[in-house]
């Protein structure tokens, strides 16, 4: 079946604009995660959603950043205000989120954001 | 907090050589522990994981042993392939506080290359 999808695979934009980051996860999957990973490290958590709800989103480094779920499903993160220091390639995962914690996250192939 | 410390690399191996990636990591609790892969142009997939002290975790040839004792889960390999060069890391999820989901803390991963 289809793993999760991300789009765009590449985004470039100048400092100050705004971008919205997809995720569409696996199909059924309730749990959705969002990582961010900058070069030469590995990759760090941002924000996790159980359904509809974002669960944990003490990762998000500031209030530039936001992100949704607004059916369960997609998932859309949202970057005001970019800044050069966003730049690194932005992960999404999912999983069944029915059983412990340990369920493997199968994650998507990554957003490259590259702010100019 | 937790945090995961990989060795440094790249690591650069012949082909059927001896594969040691050493992991030890800081966390409350008791964590779980996971080695993921990212082959290149792939997206993170998970390699193995142990959910408590003492377990192995095995896949594709590679093993992994949670030692509690030393805060340690090196990754093994007894004969590497060329299709072997990725980047690995090391993660642990943390259940302290009762955490019911999966909340990823990666190490800076290490690059394998395999020479034919």
Known sequence: GAGVSQTPSNKVTEKGKYVELRCDPISGHTALYWYRQSLGQGPEFLIYFQGTGAADDSGLPNDRFFAVRPEGSVSTLKIQRTERGDSAVYLCASSVGQGPSTDTQYFGPGTRLTVL | ?116
């Open chain 2, 1 to 116: 907090g937790n945090s995961v410390t990989q060795m440094e690399g790249p690591v650069t191996l012949s082909e059927e050589a001896f594969l040691t990636i050493n992991c030890t990591y800081t966390a409350t609790g008791y964590p779980s522990l996971f080695w993921y892969v990212q082959y290149p142009g792939e997206g993170l997939q998970l390699l193995l994981k142990a959910t408590k002290a003492d377990d192995k975790g095995s896949n594709k040839g590679f093993e992994a042993t949670y030692r509690k004792e030393t805060t340690s889960f090196h990754l093994e390999k007894g004969s590497v392939q060329v299709s072997d060069s990725a980047v690995y890391f090391c993660a642990l999820i943390s259940n302290a506080g009762g955490t019911s989901y999966g909340k990823l803390t990666f190490g800076q991963g290490t690059i394998l290359t395999v020479h034919p």
